[in-house]
Nanobody, 122 residues
Framework: QVQLVESGGGLVQAGGSLRLSCAAS????MAWFRQVPGKEREFVAA????????DYADAVKGRFTISRDNAKNTVYLQMNSLKPEDTAVYYC???????????????????WGQGTQVTVSS
């Protein structure tokens, strides 16, 4: 069982930045998703265990950066140039250890954190 704990959410003005962190009990292929009430959870970014490969949703490319520090068992999501439409609950997710490939499908991830709220004011 992998435990994931997100932190770093909060309220920020449009154009500002936030960095989310996800502390994990074990580190595999990791991802960030987000969800707005009444809408489906959507993929944001993913990173392989080695950190050699990443993937981003079109909506965040060029603004968000996913990274990881395996020595600290932590994954980060640096969010710059934030927009009001980035407002959501952000979730950290992990694939099981045998599933190494990146995926944008939430069903491909086996473990989830409790989420952290990000609110971007206009």
């Amino acid at each position: 069982q992998v435990q994931l704990v997100e932190s770093g959410g909060g309220l920020v003005q449009a154009g500002g930045s936030l960095r989310l962190s996800c502390a994990a009990s074990s580190m595999y292929t990791m991802a960030w998703f987000r969800q707005v009430p009444g809408k489906e959870r959507e993929f944001v970014a993913a990173i392989r265990r080695s950190g050699s490969s990443t993937d981003y949703a079109d909506a965040v490319k060029g603004r968000f950066t996913i990274s990881r520090d395996n020595a600290k068992n932590t994954v980060y999501l640096q969010m710059n140039s934030l927009k009001p439409e980035d407002t959501a609950v952000y979730y950290c997710a992990a694939r099981s250890p045998l599933r190494l490939m990146l995926s944008t499908d939430e069903g491909a991830y086996d473990y989830w954190g409790q989420g952290t709220q990000v609110t971007v004011s206009s």
